[in-house]
Nanobody, 124 residues
């Protein structure tokens, strides 16, 4: 049984910050196997396709961001806690979406797992 449990979403005003967390649970994810997984944050706004926001490599050495969030969002991971974070600063109304955590095993077989999503609403 594998679960990705997201938390930290909520409603904030423009310019404020939120920190999302995604904890990996289940026998598949030991502290060592967790490092085999690239971790991604996606988001999906109403009426729009799901988009990749940020990813971080298994040991945290590589990160990348969507242009729309560069300089405002930071992805990080704590492999000892099997948790990935998304620090979101200077939030804008267009950041409003359901945010999903995704784990992707970079070695074959390329297992992938999804969290249930957490709502982020940015509104004045």
């Amino acid at each position: 049984q594998v679960q990705l449990v997201e938390s930290g979403g909520g409603s904030v005003q423009p310019g404020e910050s939120l920190r999302l967390s995604c904890a990996a649970t289940g026998s598949t994810f030991s502290t060592s196997t967790f490092t085999l997984y690239k971790m991604n944050w996606y988001r999906q706004a109403p009426g729009k396709e799901r988009e990749l926001v940020a990813f971080i490599s298994g040991r945290g050495g590589r990160t990348n961001y969507a242009d729309s969030v560069k300089g405002r969002f930071t992805i990080s991971r704590d492999n000892s806690q099997k948790t990935v974070y998304l620090q979101m600063n200077s939030l804008r109304p267009e950041d409003t979406a359901v945010y999903y955590c995704n784990a992707y095993r970079e070695l074959v077989p390329n297992y992938t797992y999804w969290g249930q999503g957490t709502q982020v609403t940015v509104s004045s």
